[in-house]
């Protein structure tokens, strides 16, 4: 297992994080305590430390179960949990990101996880309702009192997260350290605004869904139908199937399986970014875990951004385009031996 950065708070992340949406079976598909705790112990054997859970997943469970799997060791992982969706359908205040709220599920979290802090706290979605000034003085007296270390910020538009950031600085609150999204090589949306914004703030990226829901593991070319989702994927457009072969035939190449492909695919890319593995039995998580000791080629990797680069739409389009980047930094572009400089050239041309 390698690991990355934190931002420049120095803390260390696996290479990979553990995603626990699937530990417990209160929704009908999850998996069992034991099963949780061999997932678990593969995880932590490999080296892995970052355990990414929410108060809403299985209802609470999958907290409580983390709870009596890591006494004696929670100090080993970096815990991070989230708020925001709603815990009781007869309370409104138990949704959202006002104050109120946020001391609430931090309590509740503390006790089914059985510790007194958490590491790292994900403001689960967007709450149009809360002011941003609202919810990062809150996060921060939070941060204050001990209860949490760092927080973090789970599914809102860059513009957003740039906003929220801007102005805990300007007020030397806590900003968020580190931004969760979906990405994967079906839906690589992130790349027009997140991932820039990202990179600006030193934010590492947690991507969820690498495997875009099973997609990218091959079995859907050959009619298998899974579970269906309450919330849309952009799995299905023009080309997608031509990706999900082109997964296949890597796979076969190198001799490992299509998800690992996927996995390792997201672990490459810049950023960092840090794919979240998660899975329902020990045997796909066993499959998932091993895509830390796949590596793909140049070669690989330029086959796939080929069949899945996305467009990025204006102004960033226009930006790559070569006589508006000469114009802007001239013809000596090539000349300057700067990182920043590097940057836009890869960015642009594709040349360092």
Not at 93 to 98: L, Q, V
Request: hydrophobic content about 40%; glycine content about 8%.
């Amino acid at each position: 297992m390698k690991y990355r950065l934190l931002g420049t708070t120095g803390v260390r992340l696996s290479e990979v994080a553990l995603g626990t949406m699937t530990f417990g079976e209160d929704w009908g598909w999850g998996a069992s305590p034991d099963v949780s705790a061999r997932m678990l112990d593969l995880f932590a054997d490999a080296g892995g430390n970052v355990i990414d859970t929410a108060d809403v997943y299985t209802n609470g469970t999958s907290e409580t179960i983390l709870g009596e799997l890591l006494k004696g060791r929670r100090d080993r992982f970096v815990l991070a949990t989230k708020f925001t969706n709603q815990t009781d359908p007869d309370d409104p205040n138990s949704a959202g990101n006002h104050r109120k709220k946020i001391v609430t599920s931090i309590e509740a979290s503390l006790r089914r996880l059985q510790t007194d802090h958490i590491d790292l706290y994900w403001v689960h979605a967007r709450d149009l309702l809360t002011g941003v000034d609202e919810l990062m003085r809150a996060l921060d007296d939070q941060v204050r009192l001990g209860k949490i270390l760092y927080p973090a910020v789970s599914d809102w538009a860059a513009w957003e997260i740039a906003e929220a950031n801007t102005t805990a600085r300007l007020h030397d609150w806590s900003p968020f350290t580190a931004v969760q999204l979906r990405y994967n090589l079906l839906d690589r949306s992130p790349e027009r605004e997140l991932l820039p914004m990202a990179a600006a703030f030193d934010l590492p990226v947690f991507a969820w869904g690498p495997l875009a829901e099973g997609r990218l593991t091959g079995k859907y070319l050959s009619g298998h139908t899974g579970r269906v989702t309450e919330v849309g994927r952009p799995y299905t457009q023009v080309g997608s199937d031509d990706i999900v072969r082109e997964v296949v035939a890597i796979s076969d190449e190198i001799g490992c399986t299509p998800a690992q492909v996927a996995i390792s695919w997201v672990r490459q890319q810049p950023g960092p970014v840090i794919p979240l593995i998660a899975a329902r039995t020990e045997e796909q998580f066993r499959d998932n875990l091993a895509a830390i000791d796949v590596q793909l080629s140049q070669q690989h990797l330029d086959r796939l951004d080929a069949l899945s680069r996305p467009t990025l739409g204006f102004p960033a389009d226009v930006m790559r385009d070569a006589s508006v980047v000469s114009g802007i930094y001239g013809a000596q572009l090539a000349d300057i031996d700067d990182p920043r400089a590097r940057a836009v050239r890869r960015t642009t041309t594709g040349a360092y």
